[in-house]
């Protein structure tokens, strides 16, 4: 007898274990249910828009959508169209695999004051987000302070720092290119709590600095003995030093438009601004700890650099869901092996959760496969063993239910034509693809073929 599994997600962690199921032994209906009309979440929104290779990986879960046991229902909010209780009665197994998609404060004095917002808001307005196309970002300022030393703080950093040129030929939104071109930023100062051998930046990702048209990146290789590595640190963060000590000094005279401050060991302790964000004042830091465990310690004295718009970029978290247990202080949806557990750490029958909301806004896109094929293991381990199944005809019922409610219901047809749309729309200006970036234009695109007929 076939069973059922709904995915509540869209991005790589639901297509990674749409793919496990689909490949197990056993014959299983995957149903995908997403808010938005358009799918792949992360790779969509989150990754740079002038990092166009990262974005292939669409094409494995394009196969995956093509299995005649997968179904896509797009324009379908879970929690609000549909219960988890719903699911759960429909469904022999639902998997939640929504993400991360708010992110973490500073909890400082000032945080909240305009012009002083988190970089998933900066990356979804880039990116085309329809939640976030509408958002406003001061970039009258010449300076902008990103606060964060990872990937996402360098993704930010690049797309301020980058020529209208540049970013003409990537996807990024036309409203975001168009705010840019008009920029009046020159200094971006990456910002970082403990030293330069800490940080979460990748080799490739960091080089890139080096290789954009009139920008300078500046670094102080005094950082260094400031933060009093050990040699086998300094061995261990070897290449990411080398690139560091490549960049300007300083002290150097400018060579180009836009200068991207590389700085250390400084803990974020209050934005201050009469009616928005003028300046963020930052104390010193020492590390403390062993070799590889370190840890930052503010110190009473402290440093101001004046910004007109500050970019928090300290990490993402996942969001509640109605029905779903939910541990707010780590932003992410109890689990163990895949399963999510109650309060007592028993596991909630037919529940699991894959990617970044079971564990977390770690590792890289790939690093969902592991993680959502041990979840879709669990899962068909539970399935196998179970005593009942599902009877069909309320999963059939429910997708019969969804199709006829008022708001309309983007199929993976409907999301063909929306990406077709889109390729043409960009090739038109020399772009990958122009995305259409509200929902209302979306169901257009997607459900035009359908009223014609």
């Known amino acids: 007898m076939t069973q059922s599994v709904a995915i509540v997600g869209s991005g790589p962690a639901g297509f990674f274990a749409a793919q496990a199921f689909l490949s197990a032994d056993t014959p299983i209906k995957v149903d995908m249910y997403e808010r938005l009309p358009v799918p792949f979440g992360l790779v969509r929104y989150g990754v740079a828009p002038d990092h166009q290779k990262l974005k ?35 469904y022999d197994a639902v998997v939640v695999a929504t993400g991360a998609i708010s992110d973490r404060k500073l909890s400082i004095a000032g945080e909240d004051l305009s012009g002083s917002v988190s970089a998933t808001e900066f990356v979804s307005w880039y990116n085309g987000h ?4 509408d958002r406003k970002f001061d970039l009258s300022h010449p300076n902008v302070v990103v606060i964060g030393n990872g990937n996402v703080a360098l993704d930010v950093s690049r797309i301020l720092a980058k020529t209208p040129e540049e970013l003409a030929a990537s996807d990024i ?34 080089r890139e600095f080096s290789m954009l048209s009139d920008v300078e990146p500046v670094f102080d290789p005094a950082e260094v003995d400031r933060a009093g590595a050990s040699p086998k640190e300094l061995n261990e963060a070897s290449r990411m030093l080398g690139i560091l000590k490549g960049f300007a000094h300083p002290d150097a005279a400018r060579q180009a438009a836009r200068r991207i401050h590389f700085r250390f060991l400084l803990s974020p302790a209050e934005i201050q601004g009469t009616h928005a964000a003028e300046t963020v004042v930052f104390s010193k830091c020492e590390l403390e700890g062993e070799a590889f465990k370190r840890r930052a310690v503010p110190t009473t004295s402290q440093v101001s650099i004046p910004a007109g718009l500050v970019l928090r970029s300290v990490g993402y978290r996942g969001t509640a869901l109605p029905g779903v247990p939910f541990d707010e202080r780590s932003g992410t949806v109890p689990t163990l092996q895949g399963r999510i557990v109650d309060a007592d750490g028993l596991a909630i029958p037919k529940l699991y959760a894959a990617g970044w909301i079971r564990r977390g806004p770690s590792g890289i896109i790939g690093t969902n496969r592991e993680c959502a094929t041990e979840t879709a293991q669990s899962a068909l381990e539970d399935l196998a063993a179970a005593a009942e199944r599902c009877d069909p005809e309320l999963r059939t019922g429910l997708l019969l239910r969804l199709r006829s409610g008022s708001s309309a219901k983007v199929d993976i047809a409907g999301w063909h ?37």
């Open 56 to 90: 292939s990986v669409t094409a494995v879960f394009e196969a995956t959508a093509a299995d005649p046991d997968f179904q896509y229902l797009g324009n379908v909010t879970v929690g609000q169209d549909v219960s988890f209780d719903e699911l759960t009665e429909a």
């Open 130 to 133: 329809p939640e976030f196309r």
């Open 173 to 206: 939104s036309k409203h975001a290119l168009d705010a840019l071109s008009n920029s009046k930023v020159t200094d971006i100062f990456v910002v970082g709590r403990r030293g330069p051998l800490q940080a979460s930046f990748s080799i490739r990702e960091l």
């Open 417 to 453: 034509r929306i990406d077709r749309m889109e390729r043409k729309a960009g090739e038109a200006c020399g772009k990958p693809r122009e995305k259409l970036t509200s929902v209302p234009e979306m169901l257009e695109a997607a459900l035009a073929l359908e009223h014609a007929l």
